[in-house]
C-alpha cells in the first residue's frame, strides 16, 4: 500500500533523497532562508509563500501541485498532450478511466 507523504516529507524527500543537499545548500541555491526551508520541513509549519513554492518547485523540477501533495506525478508537470505522442485511440482510452 501507497503512503501519501505530508508536505514536509516531500520537501525533505526532494532535498535529501532527490538532491542529496544540506538545508544550507539547499538555502545558498535557492536564496531562500535556512531558517524557512527547516520550517518547511518541520511537521508543524503553517503556511508557505507562493514564492518558495515556486521556487522550490523549479529547482526541484516538479510541479507545485506536487508539492502541495495535489498530485502524485511529480516528473511531468502540466505535460502537452500532443509532446506524449499518443494515437487518438489512445487519448481517448486514457480519457475512460
Not at 501519501?4 to 545548500?25: A, F, G, M
Not at 513554492?53 to 498530485?71: H, K, N, P, Q, R
Request: proline share 3%.
Amino acid at each position: 500500500m501507497h503512503t501519501k507523504l505530508s508536505i514536509p516529507e516531500r520537501l525533505k524527500d526532494l532535498r535529501v533523497v532527490d538532491k542529496h543537499l544540506t538545508l544550507e545548500q539547499l538555502a545558498e541555491q535557492t536564496g531562500l532562508s535556512k531558517s524557512a526551508l527547516s520550517k518547511y520541513e518541520s511537521d508543524d509549519y503553517k503556511d508557505i509563500s507562493p514564492f518558495a513554492i515556486a521556487t522550490l518547485a523549479e529547482f526541484y523540477g516538479v510541479s507545485t501541485d506536487y508539492l502541495m501533495g495535489l498530485s502524485e506525478n511529480k516528473n511531468h508537470p502540466n505535460a502537452e498532450l500532443q509532446a506524449l505522442h499518443l494515437s487518438d485511440d489512445m487519448v481517448t482510452l486514457l480519457s475512460s478511466g
